[in-house]
């Protein structure tokens, strides 16, 4: 599985140079853009085992973006954000307005990397399931947008021709003067 991975880091001295944030600028574009985003999946990295002692799906469809109550809302901007690292996957159009906006708040150009390389901070069972999962059920026809931990990194999952646009948009980011 490829991905366009996106970092607020930049090597010293800047280190976090404050841009992108997730609560001022990621989340407020991912609500502008909400009827963009198919649907919610739900990752949890270590699924539960039930009574039967039956591992529980790694993964769980909340439905559209538009859909949520302000209760799941706030879950997912506090998974997204702070309390989790992919454990919210934004499932959308490759070509969507969403993702070229995205690409272009971060600081520096986005990087192509592989799961195969970059272990996401995964155990090898979680990343084994997301790969199936988006090379299986979602491309070619969707992208995955997803955060770690702080939103300080994006990650975009999808076909090698979308993430090259989206890498190819990301080419001129610089830090930016206003911070």
């Known amino acids: 599985m490829i991905f ?3 970092e ?6 800047l280190g976090f140079p404050g841009h992108p944030y997730f609560t001022s600028d990621l989340w407020p574009l991912i609500l502008r853009r909400s009827d963009e985003v198919r649907t919610v999946l739900w990752f949890q990295h270590e699924p539960p085992v039930n009574q039967a002692g039956v591992r529980e799906s790694y993964l769980t469809d909340l439905g559209p973006l538009t859909n949520q109550s302000d209760q799941t809302m706030e879950l997912l901007k506090h998974r997204s954000y702070y309390g989790g690292d992919l454990n919210v996957l934004y499932v959308v159009q490759p070509d969507s307005s969403l993702l070229m906006e995205l690409v272009k708040m971060f600081p520096i150009p986005g990087v192509m990397a592989s799961d195969l390389t970059t272990d996401l ?8 399931e997301l790969a199936r999962f988006v090379e299986n059920h979602l491309l070619p026809c969707w992208a995955v947008l997803a955060f770690a931990h ?8 999808g076909q090698r021709e979308t993430l090259e646009t989206l890498l190819a948009a990301s080419a001129d980011n610089k830090p930016r003067s206003d911070i």
Do not use: K, Q
């Open 4 to 6: 366009l991975e996106l």
């Open 8 to 13: 607020s880091y930049i090597d010293p001295p």
């Open 121 to 128: 901070g995964l155990s090898v069972a979680a990343r084994s």
């Open 150 to 157: 702080e939103g300080d990194t994006a990650y975009i999952f």
